[in-house]
């Protein structure tokens, strides 16, 4: 396993994460606690989750498969999003962070947090108090390190002014959709993260599975899979994954991994993994071989920069 530095901070995470996502939803407690098993087995040593995952399943499962082994590795966990009714069930307000971290510190059966982010911007809440209140967690000792997800690039720099200018707790990481056929963030929340030390935790980097070639166009979805278990409930989803023009792009990307020895899942991790302000590639899995193909895949290649410009002129469609 490689390992890299957090953002700034000193934390030293596995380059190759597990999203906990389908903990307490496509997984019960067996099969949850047998892939984080296959995980620390592989060297991974960040495993993400939030509150809202499984109705808090997610971190109970998580919380109890690693049981003594906690201190060997790094929970990264989540609030803000909506837990429910009414409005002190989300946001970044003081009154309800204390809520949350209690929470979530109970499902997981820690005194500590080693990553606190912000699941989504709370426009409703200054990100001072948002700020002020994490600092409080982390001079208390109950947060180690806190970060943020979904935030846009103004949003990135307003809090790290936030924090410089009143000497509160920093953002160290972001965690953003990023997937070669996912490419928003590149325009400004990269730079962003690059300008100010924030380490970027891709999510979905496999385009929820449409990336490891198990789709073909024309077929059914495969049963048991995240697209066939989503088609109902998020159909628009579905039918923008399963466009045609994205069979055009996945059947490219294969030739090309083909022709230098390589599968579609090494050129879609690795191409994550290559860009240096990436600290570790958050993917799911459902069973132990999936664990052990991404993280195989995670440090497979380190792609040149020929080898990016490539790649880039096969999704620009050139």
């Not at 971190?59 to 989540?78: D, F, M, P, Q, W």
């Not at 409005?87 to 500590?112: K, Q």
């Not at 972001?174 to 380490?199: T, Y």
Request: aromatic letters at 10%; hydrophobic letters at 40%.
């Amino acid at each position: 396993m490689e390992y890299r530095r957090l953002g700034s901070s000193g934390l030293q995470v596995s380059l190759a994460g597990l999203g906990t996502n389908n903990f307490g939803m496509r997984l019960d407690y067996e099969r949850s606690a047998a892939v984080v098993e296959a995980a620390l087995e592989a060297g991974i040593n960040f495993f993400d989750t939030a509150d809202i995952y499984g109705g808090g399943l997610s971190e109970e499962y998580l919380g109890r498969a690693l049981g003594s082994r906690r201190e060997e590795v790094l929970i990264a966990t989540k609030f803000a999003m909506p837990v429910g009714e009414g409005p002190f069930t989300r946001g970044g307000s003081r009154h309800y962070i204390e809520r949350a971290v209690a929470a979530s510190l109970r499902r997981l059966g820690t005194d500590y947090i080693d990553v606190y982010q912000m699941h989504q911007p709370d426009a409703e809440t200054p990100i001072e108090e948002t700020l002020e209140a994490l600092t409080d967690l982390v001079r208390r000792g109950v947060v180690r390190y806190i970060g943020h997800s979904n935030f846009s690039g103004w949003q990135i720099a307003n809090a790290d002014w936030a924090s410089r200018t009143r000497g509160l707790a920093r953002f160290v990481s972001a965690q953003n959709e990023w997937s070669l056929l996912q490419r928003g963030v590149e325009a400004e929340v990269m730079p962003a993260c690059r300008e100010f030390g924030l380490g970027q935790l891709p999510f979905f980097p496999l385009a929820s599975g449409f990336l490891t070639g198990k789709y073909r166009r024309g077929e059914p979805l495969p049963a048991g899979t995240r697209l066939a278990a989503w088609q109902q409930a998020m159909p628009a989803r579905i039918d923008a994954l399963t466009a045609e023009a994205n069979f055009d792009t996945l059947e490219a990307l294969e030739r090309y991994a083909g022709e230098r020895g390589r599968s579609i899942l090494d050129l879609a991790l690795s191409w994550l993994a290559s860009d240096g302000a990436v600290s570790s590639v958050i993917a799911g899995a459902t069973k132990a071989e999936q664990i052990e193909a991404n993280v195989a895949s995670t440090l497979a290649w380190r792609l040149s920069a020929e080898e990016f410009a490539e790649v880039d002129a096969i999704l620009s469609g050139g």
